[in-house]
């Protein structure tokens, strides 16, 4: 139980396009899902926390313009890098917590590797 | 923001070797999770430690919860190469929050 999906695995854009990456939580509800962004051989950088039905909460330092974050139902979050550049170029994971379950544990997804070029 | 250090940064040993892990902080937390990544996948979380003081087992890892509920260690026996990876704890604090510790990028050499 308790598996995340994202999708894309991989993706690859031209500079100023816009890209979408969903996190789907497959066999449970997710209370509340997170985004984060690890660069090469570092820790996860916590990008925003969503609740479905809710504006998203950015960590400071974040561009809510460019990282739109919608969380239409429990089971379905989506980050679009708008106008994406080289820059943007990461790995993003997403996260969640399961409804009912304490201690804050997160299960996170598989990750994408977006590439801008 | 809480920080956690992670001690070592990397390490790399002889598979056969034991290792211990820190995870550092002047912050309390409510609980804290050990967790594994594998290069271009999403971390897996390996356990929860709740009481101060406490400590769970898992096959070879043994991962301790400081008295003070700050502080937190991960030590393997008998290091296996599938027990490469980068090795994250996570402090929880308010509702929903981990805070993720800087990590430690394990290397077992056959």
């Known amino acids: 139980g308790a598996v995340v999906s994202q999708h894309p695995s991989r993706v690859i854009c031209k500079s100023g396009t816009s890209v979408k990456i969903e996190c789907r939580s497959l066999?449970?509800?997710?209370?509340?899902m997170f985004w984060y962004r690890q660069f090469p051989k570092q820790s996860l950088m916590l990008m925003a926390t969503?609740?479905?039905?809710?504006?998203?909460?950015?960590e400071q330092g974040v561009e809510k313009d460019k990282f739109l974050i919608n969380h239409a139902s429990l089971t379905l979050s989506t980050l679009t890098v708008t106008s994406a550049h080289p820059e943007d170029s990461s790995f993003y994971i997403c996260?969640?917590?399961?409804?009912?379950?304490?201690?804050?544990?997160?299960?996170f997804g598989p990750g994408t590797r977006l590439t801008v070029l | 923001t809480q920080l956690l250090e992670q001690s070592p940064q990397f390490l790399s040993i002889q598979e056969g070797e034991n290792l211990t892990v820190y995870c550092n902080s002047s912050s309390v937390f409510s609980s804290l999770q050990w967790y594994r990544q594998e290069p271009g996948e999403g971390p897996v979380l390996l356990v929860t430690v709740v009481t101060g003081g406490e400590v769970k087992k898992l096959k070879r890892l043994t991962f301790q919860f400081g008295d003070a509920r700050k502080d937190s260690s991960l030590h393997i026996t008998a290091a296996q190469p599938g027990d490469t990876g980068l090795y994250l704890c996570?402090?929880?604090?308010?509702?929903?929050?981990?805070?993720f510790g800087t990590g430690t990028r394990l290397t077992v050499i056959p």
């Open positions: 969503s609740n479905e039905g809710s504006k998203a909460t950015y």
């Open positions: 996260s969640a917590t399961q409804r009912g379950i304490s201690y804050n544990e997160q299960f």
């Open positions: 996570a402090g929880a604090a308010g509702a929903n929050n981990l805070f």
């Open positions: 066999d449970f509800q997710a209370t509340t």
